[in-house]
């Protein structure tokens, strides 16, 4: 089993479609660009050519470090699929969330760090393992889907290296199934319901926990 996110930096940015707010910068430098060429060809185009390449190689070095960026924590799930491969483990896909209690001003400290998960997605992929389940949050803003940083929640110790939160309590009520975690990055704990795809979560959960 190694097929899981087996994308090279490359291969993911050919198959992903640009942030949303990417666009938006790109529309503006279109928009700029198409204004300045009007405003120079009379008079000297080597001006739009100067602000051309600027913008041109701008744009180029900050889509580059935004899809790093993303590609790095799309990648985690991947080692932590790896750091688990000598287990019988499941996956499920695209499980529509609802996170509940998520507070980003609950955060025990306010440094700048990208390796901290944020609880704001809507929809996730987990892996089931022997005593912990792999989270890998995502969403979809116009048209484009963006990775949260994967959590691995744990009963007892962790079994791999990415971030980790506590699993305190679980239940299961009208179709739905509702976790209660802890993670020691935030002072409130969260709760996260699974709308779909209950029957494995369920299944380990009777198990293991």
């Known amino acids: 089993m190694t097929y899981f ?19 938006i910068i790109w529309l503006f430098a279109f928009l700029f660009l198409t204004l300045m060429f009007f405003w120079t060809y009379k008079t000297d185009l080597n001006i739009f050519w100067g602000y051309f ?7 180029t070095i900050q889509a580059g470090l935004i899809y790093w960026t993303t590609y790095k924590m799309y990648n985690l799930g991947r080692q932590a699929f790896l750091e688990l491969n000598n287990e019988d483990l499941q996956i499920i896909y695209d499980v529509d969330v609802l996170i509940k209690g998520f507070d980003l001003f609950s955060k025990k400290s306010f440094n700048v760090d990208i390796s901290q998960p944020i ?34 929640l744990i009963t007892s110790k962790a079994k791999t290296t990415i971030s980790n ?43 293991y926990y």
Do not use: C
């Open 5 to 23: 996110r087996p994308e090279t930096f490359l291969q993911f940015v050919k198959k992903t479609k640009p942030i949303w707010f990417l666009k």
């Open 53 to 59: 390449t600027f913008i041109l190689v701008g744009l």
């Open 119 to 152: 609880y704001d997605f809507e929809q996730a992929d987990i892996i089931l393992s022997k005593e912990s389940i792999v989270l890998l949050g995502k969403s979809k803003q116009f048209g484009t889907t963006t990775f949260a940083l994967p959590v691995e």
């Open 165 to 207: 939160a506590k699993l305190l309590s679980w239940s299961d009520f009208e179709n739905k199934l509702q976790i209660e975690i802890e993670d020691n990055t935030y002072n409130k704990p969260i709760k996260i319901e699974f709308k779909n795809n209950l029957n494995k979560l369920k299944m380990w959960l009777t198990r």
